[in-house]
């Protein structure tokens, strides 16, 4: 069983599955859907010239046998201006997208601005840059780089670019 969270950076994507969902993702937007037993679903850019850019994640259920489910929500730039906003937990605690893992998910834009997370013992991060370029915890990052922090009390970004980040088990 899967959970895929898409996160569309620019552009759009129109998404359908056969649970009856038929939305489109704009940019700004996450989607979360939950395979679980199973669901046939399909995604393509609608636009014939403006190009889509979006990041996929898959990540394991906490057990198998969930029922199928479809989320969509739109974070903001002020949600996401030098600061993390929280888009997906176990919980859906701050209007994040539930998800059924123990991993909590992140997005930041930054603006010339510093973003503190910390880190609970026994806990780690994965930490991807989508655009832009990014300092974390002193490593220099461009779009496309990612890096796991281990080990340590706290994640710190810096940069301008646009930076998710996974706190996980």
């Avoid at 929280?86 to 991993?103: C, F, K, N, R, Y």
Wanted: glycine fraction near 12%.
């Amino acid at each position: 069983d899967m959970e895929i969270l898409t996160c569309v950076l620019n552009g759009e994507l129109e998404h359908a599955d056969s649970m009856g969902n038929g939305e489109v993702i704009r940019a700004g937007e996450w989607q979360a859907m939950t395979a679980g037993t199973g669901v046939a679903h399909s995604e393509f850019n609608p636009s014939d010239e403006r190009p889509v850019h979006l990041l996929q994640i898959w990540l394991h259920t906490d057990r198998r046998g969930h029922t199928p489910g479809y989320r969509q929500k739109a974070f903001t730039d002020a949600d996401k201006r030098n600061r993390w906003a929280l888009v997906a937990s176990p919980t859906g605690e701050a209007g994040s997208l539930p998800i059924h893992q123990d991993a909590r998910v992140y997005q930041t834009r930054l603006s010339g601005g510093e973003v503190r997370h910390a880190l609970a013992p026994g806990r780690a991060a994965f930490v991807h840059v989508a655009t832009g370029t990014a300092t974390v915890n002193g490593e220099r990052l461009t779009a496309g780089d990612a890096v796991a922090v281990e080990g340590e009390p706290a994640v710190v970004a810096t940069g301008d670019g646009e930076v998710l980040l996974f706190d996980l088990a």
